[in-house]
């Protein structure tokens, strides 16, 4: 099979496409800030419950979640969807667009 045949052949799948590259950068982007928020707002915890509510288990909760949070949030912003998938259909034939015969009657 030549190789314009070949490509005459293969059926690609609109919904199958990968997301643009801005819609893959920007989820990223978003899931690392709402991670860091996260290890703000346990910083800022940490002080509250050393200060103001004197309970400590709370601010060691919070101290290791700040201190831990950042090597996941990295991992889950970089876990990117692979854009180099190669996906192959199958070639729609003149027989996948015909109509299905009815069924047969009962007269």
């Not at 801005?22 to 996260?38: C, E, P, Q």
């Amino acid at each position: 099979m030549r190789r314009s045949e070949e490509l005459e052949t293969r059926v690609y799948s609109v919904s199958a496409a990968p997301p643009s590259a801005k819609a893959d950068r920007d989820h990223r982007m978003r899931s690392y800030l709402i991670s860091m928020t996260i290890r703000t707002v346990s910083f800022a915890l940490v002080g509250v419950f050393v200060t103001i509510l004197p309970w400590p288990p709370g601010a060691w909760i919070c101290a290791i979640a700040a201190v831990v949070l950042p090597y996941p949030a990295v991992v889950f912003a970089n876990a990117t969807n692979k854009r180099t998938q190669d996906i192959e259909f199958e070639a729609v034939t003149p027989q996948m667009l015909m109509p299905p015969p009815p069924p047969p009657s009962t007269d």
